[in-house]
């Protein structure tokens, strides 16, 4: 459903990228980690979805992630730079998330 309401597909820097501060404390077991990296780096993989974030005095935005948390993880394990995202703009997020609180 997210990637429906994503406006651009891009890589994007994964120094840019966050997980959502909710799901942080999660912990992902170390091995099926180190499976995933292995299967991302030989294979075509899903994009994680993220939403734009602008930070008072920022020029460029953060993106925190949607779906796609392991999948961050993983590029991180490959020291990637960039990572495939969908991306929502902020101003989506923020109308899909007013519209779902009633």
Do not use: H
């Not at 597909?9 to 992902?28: A, F, N, Q, T």
């Amino acid at each position: 459903m997210l990637e429906a309401i994503a406006e651009r597909s891009m890589r994007i820097p994964l120094e840019r990228v966050r997980i959502d501060p909710k799901r942080s404390g999660i912990i992902y077991p170390q091995d099926e980690l180190l499976e995933l990296a292995i299967s991302i780096a030989q294979e075509e993989y899903r994009p994680i979805v993220v939403r734009e974030n602008f930070e008072p005095g920022e020029g460029l935005p953060t993106y925190i992630i949607l779906d796609g948390d392991r999948r961050f993880i993983a590029a991180q394990l490959l020291r990637w730079d960039n990572i495939d995202a969908e991306i929502i703009r902020q101003e989506d997020y923020m109308r899909m998330f007013a519209f779902n609180q009633f």
